[in-house]
């Protein structure tokens, strides 16, 4: 017996027109597609190592001195200035306070010598008390006529203080 007749398949089997294969949208069975993310696993890999030494950093500086010295010039503080020859003192209280007191007495543009007080509490009346820039300003004078707290107050006022007694 003779096998039937088979027509041959066009075009032949493995074989493409001009060598070229059919276009796929789809990638073939055994093309594994990338993993979309390991793409951004460099990047979280980079910012968890920043992270990890910004903050071996951050503990240096504090273990150092350097950081603890920035936190204590951070904590309020206190002093007071008078005016030589006077009775009339300013007390500040806040975290600029001793840049305050150290303007005060070092200012040159002063008309009145001042001086910094040094473990003594100040005296005298309270001629006004306030804020400015965030710190705690109390004027005292003792006399008859209080003419320095007056004029002391007066020029706080007129820089912005704001009065709270």
């Known amino acids: 017996m003779q096998p039937p007749y088979q027509q041959p398949s066009y075009?032949?089997?493995?074989?493409y027109p001009y060598h070229q294969p059919p276009y796929q949208?789809?990638?073939l069975q055994n093309q594994s597609q990338p993993n979309k993310r390991t793409s951004h696993k460099g990047a979280v890999i980079t910012l968890v190592v920043i992270g990890v030494l910004?903050?071996?950093f951050a503990i240096a500086v504090l273990i150092s001195g350097g950081g603890l010295a920035y936190i204590q010039h951070m904590q309020s503080s206190?002093?007071?200035?008078g005016i030589v020859g006077s009775n009339a003192t300013i007390t500040i209280s806040g975290v600029g306070a001793e840049t305050q007191c150290n303007q005060i007495v070092t200012d040159p543009n002063n008309k009145v010598s001042w001086y910094e007080l040094q473990g003594v509490q100040p005296s005298g009346n309270v001629m006004c008390?306030?804020?400015i820039h965030g710190d705690t300003i109390i004027v005292r004078d003792q006399g008859i006529f209080n003419i320095?707290?007056?004029?002391?107050c007066?020029?706080?006022?007129?820089?912005?203080m704001t009065p709270t007694s």
Do not use: A, R, W
Request: glycine share 10%; hydrophobic share 25%; charged share 10%.
């Open 154 to 160: 007066s020029n706080f006022l007129k820089s912005g």
């Open 11 to 15: 075009p032949p089997q493995n074989q």
């Open 78 to 81: 206190t002093c007071s200035v």
């Open 129 to 131: 008390e306030g804020t």
């Open 148 to 152: 320095y707290g007056n004029d002391i």
């Open 54 to 56: 910004i903050l071996v």
């Open 25 to 27: 949208p789809y990638p």
